[in-house]
């Protein structure tokens, strides 16, 4: 279902998602706003889609509940670097949820002081311990009053106060929550087991084994690949062009246009190292000093967002008319194009995951090119770096197996490189077998290591580590190391861990495990974050359950 919402989203309504993308930080300042594209004005005559106290079908609640959710999730993580748009999506289904029930139970809004503690808590106010840093916190303040036209500290405090009340829900839902004696004793054995390790690690790329394989066993190789080396669909279409160089000749700015889109973009438009300006005390009281350096860049800049503004409303409108006019087979579409006078463009066949330069390299053209079909012969306008554009379905060459001959090159590297990766694990059993050999003899685990490298050919770089808990380890400790000590007791070598470059032995040369009664602080401390843990989990699982009952309400019938 969310999976369905989301096509039903980006199909439709793809000014939504430039405004998650266009939200950007810089100092502290959010400015949202919906790119130009098809919207309710674009697809007139959709079914309502109530989602609580939303339309999903109309564009501005899709605005409020994305807008909101978007504001929300980055002032928790501080920017949208982690999340992408199909999570975002999710957050705001569920953030809803929460607050539908919040409504029903009757939840108050948040106080004064509950807003401030958790304003304290929020990522985007934190410095690099994670504590609360006033000063970051009055700057975006400050920032927030001089940006007229982006969110308002009332906007922050709504959202916030929101927030709160969908967290108080969580907490009511995930309850006390419940976790057994043995998940505890697991947890605190692995976190807080002392180890003292060793290491050998043994490079990859200097294992060098000779492999000539003749051409039967390549062959057998390529045939028993399975779809390995299958050439993927490839979609032809051909494209309506709607570029910032056919708009940009119509766009004027004027001076104070160009110096108010400075001034809200100061970082975009550095001064060039070589500018002469005017001598240091003359500048130190010319305000226009640093503008009048580069006013030519930031008037050419403003004329190609503008111009690309009105490309894509170029795009949406012919699109939209051509829906309103019901060409919906190839000759009724051609000869629509025709009497706009618009030639569409050719476009070598391109994989999904190739988009091709005419269209930008932009991937989501290549996403919505392959939405395309017999049911389904024009998109929507998609913009890419260049404006924007239609894409006219002509057909889908289906997958195809190539000819041995085709890729030979190909396979011949992928069988040395599978090859040796398999001689590579088998000297990494033996040299295990040597290891512990003359380890139970009584060496030294740099001496056992050297010995081993002399008989097998590898060159091992050993290293000690002093005793440590996973609560507390080293931050430079190889997450491969982490990884091999789950199943080591004291005294035991690890497989040999191969990752992209490396190839890594762990000996455990002592396990000492906690406390493991509840006699111990950590004991109570464990309890209570896994109780926490496993309430959180249930409190989510109901609220998406929630969400896909309230989206099936209304999900079209196919």
Do not use: C
């Amino acid at each position: 279902m969310i999976t369905w919402i989301q096509r039903y989203f980006q199909s439709h309504f793809k000014a939504i998602f430039a405004v998650l993308l266009a939200v950007i930080i810089v100092s502290f300042v959010f400015t949202i706003g919906a790119a130009p594209g098809i919207g309710d004005g674009s697809r007139r005559g959709l079914s309502d889609r109530p989602f609580f106290k939303y339309n999903l079908a109309l564009e501005k609640d899709q605005e409020r509940l994305m807008g909101d959710a978007g504001l929300s999730a980055n002032l928790r993580v501080g920017a949208f670097g982690g999340l992408d748009s199909a999570q975002i999506q999710n957050y705001a289904f569920q953030r809803a949820a929460a607050l539908h029930l919040a409504d029903l139970w009757h939840i108050p809004a948040a106080t004064a002081a509950e807003i401030e503690t958790q304003i304290k808590t929020l990522r985007m106010f934190s410095d690099p311990t994670g504590q609360f840093d006033a000063k970051a916190y009055q700057t975006f303040r400050d920032n927030l009053k001089a940006n007229a036209r982006g969110v308002t500290e009332a906007d922050i405090a709504r959202i916030v106060s929101d927030d709160v009340r969908a967290e108080k829900v969580n907490n009511l839902l995930a309850g006390p929550g419940y976790v057994l004696p043995a998940d505890i004793k697991n947890q605190l054995s692995r976190a807080d087991t002392s180890w003292t390790v060793a290491t050998a690690t043994v490079s990859y790329a200097d294992f060098k084994p000779e492999i000539k394989p003749t051409d039967a066993e390549l062959t057998q190789f390529f045939e028993q690949a399975g779809g390995r080396y299958d050439i993927p669909p490839r979609i032809v279409v051909s494209y309506l062009d709607f570029s910032v160089t056919q708009y940009i000749a119509a766009v004027t700015v004027g001076d104070a246009e160009v110096r108010a889109f400075y001034d809200a973009n100061p970082a975009r438009f550095p001064k060039p190292a070589d500018a002469k300006g005017p001598p240091a005390a003359l500048a130190a009281t010319d305000a226009n000093a640093d503008f009048n350096a580069v006013r030519a860049q930031v008037e050419m800049s403003l004329k190609v967002e503008r111009a690309r503004n009105l490309a894509a409303k170029a795009a949406a409108d012919f699109a939209h008319d051509l829906y309103v006019a019901k060409a919906t087979t190839p000759a009724a579409i051609e000869n629509f194009i025709a009497s706009r006078k618009v030639a569409p463009k050719a476009i070598a066949p391109f994989a999904r995951d190739e988009a091709p330069a005419e269209l930008g390299r932009s991937p989501e053209a290549a996403t919505e090119a392959f939405r395309l079909g017999k049911d389904r012969l024009v998109s929507d306008a998609v913009a890419v770096p260049t404006g924007a554009v239609i894409l006219l379905w002509k057909d889908l060459q289906p997958t195809r197996k190539p000819l041995f001959s085709e890729i030979r090159e190909r396979v011949a590297a992928d069988f040395a490189e599978n090859e040796k990766r398999k001689r590579f694990v088998e000297l990494g059993r033996s040299a295990k077998s040597q290891l512990e050999a003359r380890l139970k003899a009584g060496d030294a685990f740099d001496k056992a290591a050297a010995a081993v490298a002399a008989a097998t050919g590898l060159k091992f770089e050993t290293k000690s580590l002093s005793a440590f808990t996973l609560r507390d380890r080293p931050q430079d400790l190889d997450f491969t190391v982490i990884g091999s000590l789950e199943r080591l007791e004291k005294g035991q070598v690890s497989d040999l861990s191969v990752n992209a470059d490396t190839g890594v032995f762990v000996y455990a040369a002592d396990k000492k495990l906690p406390d493991l009664s509840e006699a111990n602080p950590r004991y109570a401390e464990t309890r209570t974050q896994l109780a926490s843990f496993t309430g959180r989990l249930g409190a989510s699982a109901y609220i998406s359950e929630l969400v896909e009952q309230e989206l099936k309400k209304s999900e079209p019938k196919s």
